[in-house]
Structure formats: C-alpha cells, structure tokens
C-alpha cells in the first residue's frame, strides 16, 4: 500500500497491516463478529438494517456500504476499530440486502424512483441517532451520498474517507476499466442487470466464502434500487469543489485493481485537497484489506 505523504513511522505501521491482510483466513460472512449488535434505523424510506459495535462513548464512526453491497462489507474492520476505541456502525441502504423493504414507495409524498435525495435523507436519519460529528466513510457509490450530504451538512461530520468511490462526475461509467467506453448509449437497466448477474456468478473471481454470502444476498436486494442507482451514477454531481471548501480532513482510498484508474482516483484526491492511499487490491479494500484500510483511517484522521 502507498500513501502519498506518510513519514517513515506510518509506513511502518501500513507493512504491519499489510502482513496481517495477506494472514486473512476465510469467515462466514452471514455471521457477526462477538460485540456485534443489530438494530433498525427508522429514516425516510423505511427501516434500515444497521450493525453496531464498540464504546458507546467512542468516536463515532459511520461505514455505509454501496451498491448491492452491505453492512457485513465491514465486519473485518468494525472489531478493529472498536478496538481502537470507536463506536462504529454500518447499515444497508434502501433496497439493499435486509434493508430491502425501503424504498420510494415510503416516502411522503410517495415516489417512484430511488433518488440521491433519498439516500441523503436516510443518511442523515442515522446521524440523528447518535453523536456528531461523526467520521463517515462512504464506499463506491455511498462515497457520492456521503459527498453530498457533507456539503449540505458539514456540521454532522468529523471526517470523510471516500473508498473506492467515484473519482469523476456525470458519466462516472465512462472511465471504468472495463467496457467504460461502451457505457455511454447502454441504458443503467442494462448495465445493473449485467453487473448484477456478474457480480452473482463471481465473475470478478473473488473468494469462495465472499462469493456464497454475495449470491446469497441477492435474494433480497431488490433489483430497482440498483437500476435506480446506475442511473444515478450516470449522474454524478460534481462535489469536489465544494467539499474543499469545507476544510474538513478528507481521505481518498483505493486499490490498484479497482474498476476505476488509479490516476483518475490521484486527480480527484487533488481536487479535494485529500489525502490518498492506494492500497494492493481491487474494489473493495473493506473486505480484501481490512488492516490496511483500519490503520489508513486512524492515521489520517484524529479523534
């Protein structure tokens, strides 16, 4: 793993990790760690599956998952921050995994679409529930909904780490390494029930014990929230100005294999005024990574 700027004392640290990343051994991932805890969330859209773990009274950490992703993304790195000290959380967004019931359809008014409104407004429900400002880490396309809601709410907000999020704006598709130029007239119906049927036949060759919770997860994510959201990737505010404004310490986290370029994830690091690591692995650094990407955060960001 790099880390643009990091003093001797820091690298030392991240080789550590590093080691212990490479010792991982396969988990049942439908199974939560000891000191784990379930809750809801009641937001906007409906109820919101959320994990929890650490010192009621730690720094709080938020950890919200992507796109057919979810809380357990993060099971490897809650019990290691809340080693640390931290409460740390995470939960399903709308339409995901046990949070599947949430939706549009619960809004008031009721609407038809999963919007990046939506998603900011849950987010901001699960702030309400405890302490800020809180460190907030938001993962592929979370990293938009946590950039937008920081810029509306910087109040809420102690930190930002952007992991494997989108380092562009508009077509964000466009510059992905695969079949990124081919994005642009393919409708996001399309493109989600493409990935959705890769990412459920383990096309990427991820790890057996990942690949059977994944599948297993799809049972319950509900295919118009991920339509929804790759219509909205193809719609990607541009934030970066704005979030440097704030003055808020901000974190940029990717690996070298991620779907987007590491260069393209460099320049919006320099737009933000951000800190950036780069980390030896693909798109999901939370799973593959989960040291390195723990010490990355408490390095960079004080209490």
């Known amino acids: 793993m790099s880390v643009d700027r990091a003093d001797g004392e820091a690298q030392g640290i991240i080789a550590r990790a590093a080691r212990l990343d490479a010792a991982l051994e396969p988990i049942d991932w439908s199974v939560l760690p000891p000191g784990v805890e379930r809750d809801t969330v009641t937001a906007p859209s409906g109820d919101l599956a959320r994990i929890t773990a650490g010192p009621v009274d730690g720094p709080r950490i938020v950890l919200v998952p992507g796109v057919t992703g979810s809380k357990e993304d993060f099971i490897r790195m809650m019990p290691l921050l809340a080693t640390a000290g931290y409460r740390v959380e995470s939960f399903d967004m709308a339409g995901q995994y046990e949070s599947h019931a949430a939706g549009p359809e619960n809004l008031h008014p009721p609407q038809r679409h999963y919007t990046l409104q939506l998603f900011v407004d849950d987010l901001l429900a699960v702030l309400a529930t405890g302490a800020t400002p809180a460190h907030v880490l938001g993962y592929s396309f ?68 990942r690949a059977v919770f994944v599948r297993a997860r799809f049972a319950l994510t509900r295919r118009a929230s991920v339509e929804d959201i790759f219509w909205l990737m193809k719609h990607t505010p541009d934030l970066a100005d704005a979030m440097r404004a704030l003055g808020l310490p901000v ?53």
């Open 142 to 209: 979370a990293g938009t909904v946590v950039s937008a809601t920081v810029v509306a709410h910087p109040e809420l907000f102690a930190s930002v780490t952007l992991l494997s999020a989108p380092p562009l704006s508009g077509q964000v598709l466009r510059a992905f390494k695969i079949l990124g130029p081919l994005s642009g007239p393919v409708p996001a119906r399309t493109e989600a029930r493409l990935m959705m049927w890769g990412v459920r036949n383990n096309l990427h060759h991820g790890p057996r014990d």
């Open 251 to 303: 974190l940029v986290v990717t690996g070298t294999g991620d779907v987007w370029p590491v260069e393209a994830h460099r320049a919006f690091a320099e737009r933000l005024g951000a800190d950036i690591v780069i980390i030896d692995t693909g798109h999901s650094p939370c799973e593959s990574a989960p040291y390195q990407l723990t010490e990355a955060m408490l390095t960079h960001f004080p209490r």
